[in-house]
């Protein structure tokens, strides 16, 4: 079975400082791809970035980036220069070939300080 | 172009009651998936659609809920009758082709049984 593990229950920091979230997955297969998802308290999930598992280079989009690490079957979310908006529960997820679905971790709810 | 579709966004019942939700998914969209999301926890698939097919239901406790997905469009969700475990929020979302494409979900439902 394909899980996936946040560590971090809470985490906060000042706005414009930069934080990392951390995500470790588990899967035999070797298609598959991870994502981080914002979940504000609307509650609608938004994807925030996104990395194949074949791809070697880290994903990066603005202020987000990733540092994927395939034999540690590690996927950290970095956010740099935090601002109040940010503030929000960050799923990670892993979607592997085969099985299809989309497993999610427990989340870590990150709170950016004035 | 409208998002995922959910309603009602909230729900109070009593345990015994049957409730239903619905989900209209981004138009093009063949994948459907509903997510159990409890208090402070991630998704947790319930069942996932290609089309009009439910090809992943393991995690749906068949013996109370049950779920449609008419033409490959739209889907309804039920439970009868509700249990005070069943309170959580519903998520419906939903992604077209392959294994690298993101899953855009609705804002959810909020049950609560009481």
Known sequence: AQTVTQSQPEMSVQEAE???????????????????????????????????AYKQQNATENRFSVNFQKAAKSFSLKISDSQLGDTAMYFCAARIQGAQKLVFGQGTRLTINP | ?????????????????????????????????????????????????????????????????????????????KIQPAELGDSAVYLCASSFGALNTEAFFGQGTRLTVV
């Open chain 1, 18 to 52: 930069t934080v990392t979230l951390s995500c470790t997955y588990d899967t035999s297969e070797n298609n598959y791809y991870l994502f981080w998802y914002k979940q504000p308290p609307s509650r609608q999930m938004i994807l925030v970035i996104r990395q194949e």
């Open chain 2, 1 to 77: 172009e409208a998002g995922v579709v959910q309603s009602p966004r909230y729900k109070i019942i009593e345990k015994k009651q049957p409730v239903a939700f619905w989900c209209n998914p981004i138009s093009g969209h063949n994948t459907l998936y509903w997510y159990r999301q409890n208090l402070g926890q991630g998704p947790e698939l319930l069942i996932r659609y290609e089309n009009e097919e439910a090809v992943d239901d393991s995690q749906l406790p068949k013996d109370r809920f049950s779920a449609e997905r008419l033409k490959g469009v739209d889907s309804t969700l």
